[in-house]
């Protein structure tokens, strides 16, 4: 995608960038922001107030409307796939004939993932089991050759690598590193997969294939940060873990407290941190990193409990990154480059459980997502959803 940058110069967007905190940002992105194009476009994308729940206890804006896709513990309609456990990080991908695939990772001992098939009318055609034998499958990524990367929440946790469809084995990533995986992001003009780590003191990675699009062998690099100076740095022992765990290994680390979920648009980086309810970017050119919303700073704190995340770019209307809680209100909440937030839809009637797993269908018309436990559900939420994607 072309990019445009409204101050002219690079300079400027700089200078732009190094103010660009708390209130200052609210202020002036819209002014200045070129590398991350669409989200320097803050037109509200606010989709109005949420009104009483619906059937399925769905608290939506006027025009939306939400239905169960799938419960822990049944069968998935007309599979024979028994939807699992504690359901969390998701992406979908396009198939055949205008329909698409739905993937949920199993955030639990045996963990592992499936999958769940849509036709182009949106009526459910398949479910089956693409992932087994793992643990505590948290979150993970979609990459642009259709794979999905799942990702394992402990301190030897890998990456597994998989089939959607589940014809083919999925496959450990090991050169990825061993360590508290929580979700992945592809590059997909350098091939680079950044990765987030749920930890208090977690760092932020850097996986460089040795051939961009094969993760079987390549460097793992963390974020190393010197006074205002950000640098990659090698990680010297990727798959050992202990004694030294690998965010330990590279002295000025930088860290993010509770890293969780990361996507990647417009030649940035954009990923969310639990432990301090911050909304973050990394400008890949400018080699700068700052959040977008502070929950502590934010005039409007909508948004607690920051978790998974998922992205949709206007044309015109800008970009609107969309937060699963895990806890807060149990909603999932838009957040745009200015700051503002505002509330997609709320769960009622559940407690003790998050929101997990925001993903877009393919034609960005439906909305996929899930409360994590008490029971596990999967839900889809179709409606006016802004902005308009580009395409």
Request: overall charge negative; some cysteine; hydrophobic content about 35%.
């Amino acid at each position: 995608m072309a990019t445009t940058d409204h101050l002219g110069s690079s300079l400027d967007r700089r200078g732009f960038l190094r103010l660009s905190a708390g209130a200052a940002m609210a202020a002036t992105a819209g002014a200045g922001l070129a590398g991350c194009l669409k989200a320097s476009v803050v037109t509200s994308a606010d989709h109005g107030p949420l009104l009483p729940a619906d059937a399925n206890g769905v608290q939506l804006p006027a025009g939306f409307t939400s239905r169960i896709v799938a419960t822990t513990g049944q069968l998935v309609a007309g599979t024979a796939y028994t939807w699992h456990v504690a359901p969390d990080g998701g992406a979908c991908y396009p198939t055949a004939g205008g329909g698409w695939i739905y993937v949920s990772n199993s955030e639990t001992f045996p963990g592992g993932a499936g999958s769940i098939s849509f036709d182009a009318a949106g009526t459910i055609t398949g479910a089956r089991r693409i992932l087994d034998g793992t643990i505590a499958n948290c979150a993970g990524g979609a990459t642009p050759w259709g794979t999905w990367l799942s990702c394992e929440e402990y301190d030897a946790g890998q990456v597994f690598e998989c089939d959607p469809t589940g014809a083919t084995p999925a496959v450990a990533r090991p050169a990825m590193g061993r360590f508290k995986h929580e979700a992945a992001a592809v590059d997909p003009v350098r091939g680079h997969v950044y990765l987030t780590e749920d930890s208090s003191t977690g760092a932020l990675y850097r996986f460089a294939p040795t051939t961009p699009g094969d993760l079987s062998a390549g460097t793992l690099e963390v974020l190393v940060e010197n006074g205002t100076a950000l640098s990659w740095v090698t990680v010297p022992n990727p798959q050992s873990w202990t004694p030294t765990p690998t965010r330990n290994q590279v002295p000025g680390t930088k860290r993010f407290n509770g890293g969780e979920g990361i996507c990647f648009t417009d030649d940035c980086v954009w990923f969310t941190t639990k432990g301090d309810n911050r909304v973050w970017f990394y400008d890949i050119a400018l080699n700068w990193c700052g959040p977008i919303y502070d929950r502590a700073t934010s005039p409007a704190p909508e948004l607690s409990g920051v978790d998974n995340v998922t992205v949709r770019i206007g044309e015109e209307s800008g970009a609107v990154w969309y937060v699963a809680e895990d806890g807060g209100n149990m909603e999932i909440v838009g957040v745009q480059f200015d700051g503002r937030s505002f509330p997609l839809c709320r769960l009622t009637g559940v407690s003790g459980s998050e929101m997990t797993g925001p993903a877009f269908s393919p034609d960005g018309s439906r909305l996929y997502v899930s409360s994590q436990r008490n029971p596990g559900r999967t839900y889809e939420i179709t409606g006016p959803f802004l902005p308009t994607p580009h395409g």
